[in-house]
């Protein structure tokens, strides 16, 4: 914003006529005369502004570009940490699902004949005392 408050008509792209001059030499046009010095610093001036513009432009995009690199690179590693929270969360309940699955393997003796005994006994036990309840 500043180089365009800098700016002049005179960085338009017509930039006029000028012609050098001898001493008590007569213009092949009406306007006004500068010597060498300020007519190269009028010829520069626009110059000048085109560079200083292109250089602030591209350090306010490099800048720019920076940030956005630096906060991708932010999200990046935020993103690979909670994929590795989650990883680790989900192999912790994996575990835990195993521990539980031994530890009730452990207390539930597979012993088939054991409880087919159990079954017959309880079975007679109940019939009987049904009879016994009964009967009287």
């Known amino acids: 914003m500043a180089l365009s408050l800098w700016s002049n008509s005179a960085t338009a792209d017509d930039t006029g006529k000028f012609t050098f001059l001898g001493q ?3 213009a092949p046009f009406e306007g006004v005369l500068f010597d060498p010095a300020a007519t190269a610093h009028i010829l520069t001036e626009a110059q000048t502004a085109k560079i200083n513009c292109d250089l602030y432009l ?3 995009l490099n800048k720019q570009k920076t940030e956005y690199e630096l906060d991708l ?3 990046t590693i935020r993103h690979e940490s909670l ?3 989650y990883d680790m969360r989900v192999q912790s309940l994996e575990r835990e699902a195993d521990a ?3 530890a009730l393997k452990k207390q539930t003796k ?3 004949a054991l409880w087919v005994a159990v079954g017959v006994a309880g079975g007679i036990a109940i019939t009987y005392g049904a009879y016994e309840a ?3």
């Open 24 to 26: 008590n030499q007569c």
């Open 58 to 60: 591209n350090y306010e």
């Open 73 to 75: 690179q932010n999200l």
């Open 83 to 85: 994929i590795a929270e």
């Open 100 to 102: 539980l699955a031994n």
């Open 110 to 112: 597979r012993n088939p």
């Open 134 to 136: 009964f009967n009287e």
